[in-house]
């Protein structure tokens, strides 16, 4: 019988059976130990080694329960035939590829319009709630939950949308999912293929790839100061428009009442026609009160609404919302309801309790009042450049356009703030239609501001009113 | 101005600040404080309520950057125009909605073959890993990440699937996402619409559901004791076999290696033709050495591989991945790498220091030996029954079938167990063709033993042997 003798530390930070329990692993491991040895018993082993036999006992426990070792009453413990063991190597730390992503450009100062600011996110909240979570819960939160989402976060994010949306649903409604792009990849499975959707034009890329690629016959219907056109939608052919409403993206837009109620209008005219309804900044509004969702004037059951917690609290925590009108909702029951939740359920409840503890309406003033700050300093830094160029898209969202008639392209434009350092967007990065069957859009760029300073908009904006105010 | 006689609790766990803070933004919502009044300054209000002035000027911090007071130089803290600013309600905490769940019978003894013991999951370990990975990181970690998921857990997610199942693949060309179901349609966007998809009859039926309501056209194949038949496979006019080569679910065959190679030519003999290897529970097998998976020996680029965490660690963490071959991956980063990551940065980073750190190899050894301790019990038990039923699909997953020849129907065999209080599950539920177009499949049951103890397999085994085994 092998004497184990083990160089225990006693001042190491690891259990001395947890040292016992690798030592003899490592020696099974590599046949220094071999299949059907017998191990000493724990009281001489722990004679042996000086420690108490409960020590050892923990160790051969923890190695009966991996399977390293065997035990037979009145004999003893002996050396498992390890075949059919799990022994993993670590993975070499180092990565075997090359990071892909692009190296992108690092500019000074980015108006990038995508932008969260992340230096406000609530960190120490978020590790308190995730801690208090997986201490109280055990086994319940990781069985498989509501493929809707758990009940109690859908029941919270009903009551947030209802007061600060004038939202209009009940929590049987709504599917909460990992990402607009999957909601809309579900909501495919139960709309079926065979659909005709317009989008605005300009739009968000995202949303016009995704409904390509699911297959969907696509177009794209006109836009003016009160959002898509409605005639042009009804020529179209589609049956389902996707709108953003609350402050469209990217030109900002505001639709008012009028232009929602014949939206609906046409929606409710011919059976089988929808509005999904892309709620996802309308969290932030800096002047007068919010114009609730579209979906709060629906008595039809024509809108299907989406939101998303990406930019009101971080991109990376995945969650998104999508409530459904009862006719599809029906349908998703039918035919789509099997499909497992793509949230964790840790995840749900740390959520949950952000909302109902009041830690989200924190969150949001207080980003609400950085953003408007930064909005403010922007708008004022941009007035010695009021004769170059108009504003459009202010008040409300994380971003604002600027039309430029100073006789530059935006070609030019963006170069010219290239070459001091700072990176603005083009617009027609935007047109879908690649600018076809239509005059050219006038040159007309996006500034993002969640993610600057006022001190770093200020700089910003200097720089660029020496490149664009032609003398 | 209002002297703000405050009730300040010291014995109470919120601090000071906060009981300030919430007294005024209290007063501020029910309009005790006016829009436009103005409140003492920190000086008067510290002297006054007897605490330090830093304590109010933390208050009046938290007030300003939530935007319920505004401060102007020289002149001091006034209350701002609060109509923009979210107050919301907590929502009640009874759900506004009945549980829509139907009432599922609870049986005393539950053979259920898609159980997971989760009273084996590690929670302590989990909860510290998500306390470091919080404590760590910070913006980073809510920072937008890799749409195919983090390189750092592609990479250790690889180093297992190439030790542990012979997988051989690179990070690149993993996908990792929320669960098999959403994979499955992000595949869908990768391969098109135009496919005639063969399942293994019987089969998963969540797999089958879903690719109907993707709109491909399904077929089924049928199986004999080494898998899938290829022959009747050549014949179906399919382009992509589904298959479960490892343990194949219901039926628990372990295709040997000629039936892998023979359906590896099929793949490799009309270009376009795809398998897609579903290798949902391989971790756990209890003799010999596990077959590698059939990706393993694919070298023509023709595996579609997936694989889940859902079985080997839990269900609601929802994180699978999927290994496309370079073909496709081409594909894919053409067409659909824009759609974003569907698992949450901090899961994914638990996940990966579970995996590198060791805990991974550790918990998939202790929960092999409890499966197989349930097995052999069940092994065991069965022997009493030999005279009425035969054995199949043991030796691997978590389940194993009963084919009867005591005269019972399938119904007949569930209703006599229901009576016992014991619920097993039958093989027909399983069979999408409805058993039309071929003989009536013998009756069967499944008996999955992942979620029972040996004391209580053996005594419903007991019981069902009373009412199976006619005298």
């Not at 040292?19 to 590599?30: A, E, L, P």
């Not at 509005?275 to 002047?287: T, V």
């Not at 009101?312 to 459904?324: D, N, Q, T, V």
């Not at 008639?405 to 027609?428: Q, R």
């Amino acid at each position: 019988m092998n004497e184990l003798t083990i160089n225990l530390n006693v001042k190491s930070r690891t259990p001395l059976y947890e040292q016992i329990y690798s030592y003899i692993k490592n020696d099974i491991q590599k046949s220094a130990l071999k299949s059907g040895e017998r191990l000493p018993s724990t009281r001489a082993l722990s004679k042996h080694l000086d420690v108490s036999r409960s020590t050892v006992e923990l160790a051969y426990e923890q190695l009966l329960s991996e399977g390293y070792i065997e035990s037979e009453p009145y004999k003893g413990f002996f050396v498992a035939e390890i075949d059919e063991l799990y022994q993993l190597k670590p993975a070499s730390r180092e990565l075997s590829f090359p990071e892909q992503k692009k190296k992108e450009e690092k500019y000074p100062y980015d108006f990038s319009p995508n932008g969260v600011d992340l230096k406000s996110f609530p960190y120490n909240t978020w590790r308190k709630l995730s801690k208090d979570i997986l201490t109280d819960d055990k086994s319940e939160l990781f069985r498989l939950g509501d493929s809707q989402g758990e009940p109690g976060l859908r029941n919270a994010i009903c009551s947030y949308l209802h007061q600060a949306r004038g939202v209009n649903c009940r929590p049987e409604q709504m599917i909460v999912g990992a990402g607009n792009d999957y909601l809309l990849m579900l909501l495919g499975t139960i709309l079926g293929q065979k659909h005709r959707i317009a989008l605005e034009n300009p739009t968000y890329k995202q949303s016009y790839r995704l409904f390509k690629n699911l297959s969907y016959e696509v177009c794209t219907v006109g836009m003016d100061h009160r959002g898509m056109i409605v005639d042009e939608l009804e020529h179209s052919g589609a049956d389902i428009a996707f709108v953003m409403p609350s402050h469209q993206y990217p030109l900002g837009v505001v639709m008012p009442l009028k232009r929602r109620m014949s939206l609906l209008k046409w929606a409710g005219e011919v059976p089988g026609r929808y509005i999904i309804e892309d709620d996802y900044d309308s969290e932030f509004r800096y002047k007068g009160k919010p114009i609730p969702a579209l979906q709060g004037y629906d008595v039809n059951g024509k809108v299907i609404y989406i939101g998303t917690f990406s930019k009101s609290i971080a991109p990376a925590i995945r969650m998104s919302y999508m409530i459904l009108p009862e006719p599809l909702l029906e349908i998703y029951y039918r035919k789509s309801r099997f499909m497992n939740s793509t949230v964790s359920k840790v995840d749900q409840m740390i959520l949950q309790h952000f909302i109902e503890d009041g830690y989200f309406e924190r969150h949001l003033n207080k980003t609400r009042a950085l953003y408007k700050s930064r909005h403010d300093t922007l708008m004022n830094c941009l007035k010695p450049l009021q004769d170059c160029c108009s504003i459009s898209g202010e008040n409300a969202g994380v971003h604002l356009l600027l039309h430029f008639h100073n006789g530059m392209t935006e070609e030019e434009l963006i170069e010219k703030a290239k070459a001091v350092g700072v990176k603005i967007y083009g617009l027609s990065d935007y047109d879908v239609r690649g600018g076809e069957g239509q005059d050219k859009l006038q040159p007309t760029i996006l500034l993002g501001y969640a993610n600057m300073n006022e001190q770093k908009i200020a700089e910003a904006i200097r720089l660029l009113e020496k490149e664009f105010v032609t003398a």
